[in-house]
């Protein structure tokens, strides 16, 4: 007699659901939700700004649908603003990598970990810029009365802003994250238990790179981790998480300290840059449109906001409102 297993629906639908829970995009907005309230606020702020829902009195949804530049609108003014709302998705994936990529180890253990992180990370900023296209393009076709080739160049001109700024972030990452095979100094096979030959360093640049560590190690080790399954690669195809077990999980802290260094002098370099353009906007060479100037500022905040979420940690909130 034949036996055929038994059809059990409600296991298909747990796989199914926990292949979606632990999907790294999705764990990342759900920890959004958890720990990034006031970040999550400054979003919310935007997105009323862009659909009317906020400031339309003053005109503020106008300042950022159809920005000027130098008293006229055109593929510059776009170009412009799609390049500071490129720094403000910079910020924004920095400043999630350096508060919470110890609550996912396996980072540690990917190439270009940084890029991979920000691209699993643009859930929000996705929707942000498929929301600004579809106002912008309503604001300028039944507001401003501007021809269809027009609205297509200006919003081209706002995406190729964005795409520039990503690749001035993306020149930087590629040449200094750091991964597990860098540090070991060989490319061993992720299934195999076994570790590379490390790289020498004296004993002054290790005692220095201790000290430097144990703070941060101390506090990696209290963080809870977060389980992950699949993720993101380019070009969006979904790949497995790779195991930690076998890696000397020293090695997976320093990858994560080292990649938090190179983070923080990006932002503190992002900063000096946007207080620069600040105080020379007065000259034609340095002015840019209103609505680059708001968005170049919210980077500002977030920048600020990461520091003082390294420094006070679950105290954050307290000493900015206090």
Not at 181 to 210: F, K, N
Not at 237 to 248: P, S, W
Not at 276 to 291: H, Q, R
Request: charged share 15%; with cysteine.
């Amino acid at each position: 007699m034949l036996h055929f297993p038994r059809f059990r629906p409600h296991a298909v639908y747990r796989n199914w659901w926990e292949r979606v829970w632990l999907f790294f995009p999705v764990r990342l907005f759900v920890l959004h939700l958890k720990k990034d309230l006031l970040l999550l606020g400054a979003w919310a702020m935007l997105f009323a700004y862009i659909t009317g829902l906020l400031g339309e009195k003053y005109g503020i949804p106008t300042t950022f649908l159809f920005p000027e530049y130098f008293g006229r609108t055109s593929f510059w003014s776009y170009l412009l603003v799609g390049f500071s709302v490129g720094g403000f998705y910079t910020g924004f994936n920095l400043y999630t990598y350096t508060i919470h990529a110890d609550r996912f180890p396996f980072l540690a253990t990917l190439s270009r970990p940084f890029l991979k992180f920000s691209l699993n990370n643009a859930l929000i900023p996705l929707a942000f810029t498929l929301t600004y296209l579809f106002c912008s393009a309503r604001f300028q076709l039944t507001k401003e009365l501007i021809s269809p080739g027009d609205v297509a160049l200006h919003l081209f001109g706002f995406l190729i802003g964005i795409a520039g700024f990503q690749l001035v972030a993306v020149g930087y990452f590629m040449r200094t994250n750091t991964d597990i095979t860098r540090l070991q100094g060989s490319q061993p096979d992720p299934r195999a238990d076994q570790r590379g030959p490390e790289r020498q360093v004296s004993r002054a640049e290790q005692r220095q790179q201790q000290r430097l560590a144990t703070r941060w190690m101390r506090q990696e080790r209290r963080t809870p981790k977060w389980r992950v399954v699949t993720y993101l690669v380019p070009p969006f195809r979904i790949a497995l998480a790779r195991g930690i077990d076998h890696y000397d999980r020293q090695l997976l802290r320093q990858v994560i300290w080292q990649n938090h260094i190179n983070g923080s002098i990006f932002e503190v370099v992002m900063v000096l840059s946007f207080l620069a353009l600040g105080a020379l906007g007065d000259l034609d060479l340095f002015a840019i449109p209103t609505a680059a100037s708001a968005f170049l500022l919210a980077t500002m905040i977030i920048m600020l906001l990461s520091a003082f979420t390294s420094w006070f940690k679950g105290w954050t909130v307290t000493v900015i409102v206090g």
